[in-house]
């Protein structure tokens, strides 16, 4: 059974930063193609904040480029999202994705709370 679990939410003021992080567990990592973040606000579609694939290319939404850094650990089974200077508009519930082929794998989810 595929799971992954996000750990590192909380409360970060804006301005401060906050490192999120995803294990994957009972598949090989290097079976992932794709392992991406997204989020969803209050009231809104869940989006990509942003993905890195098995080679290391990565993609960052507009929103979030130069603030946000995301990196993968294939020893560790696990990617991780660097958080530097958020802004309010960034909390959200945040979540960690895998792409495997055809089959696409989510975690539960951890909430992101940026106090200004």
């Known amino acids: 059974q595929v799971q992954l679990v996000e750990s590192g939410g909380g409360l970060v003021q804006a301005g401060g930063s906050l490192r999120l992080s995803c294990a994957a567990s009972?598949?090989?990592?290097?079976?992932?193609?794709?392992m991406g973040w997204y989020r969803q606000a209050p009231g809104k579609q869940r989006e990509l904040v942003a993905r890195i694939t098995s080679d290391g290319n990565t993609n960052y939404a507009d929103s979030v480029k130069g603030r946000f850094t995301i990196a993968r650990d294939n020893g560790k089974n696990a990617v991780s999202l660097q958080r530097n200077t958020p802004k309010s508009e960034d909390t959200a519930a945040y979540y960690c994705?895998?792409?495997?082929?055809?089959?696409?794998?989510w975690g539960q989810g951890t909430q992101v709370t940026v106090s200004s």
């Open positions: 994705a895998a792409s495997c082929g055809s089959l696409d794998y």
């Open positions: 009972g598949i090989s990592f290097r079976l992932i193609n794709v």
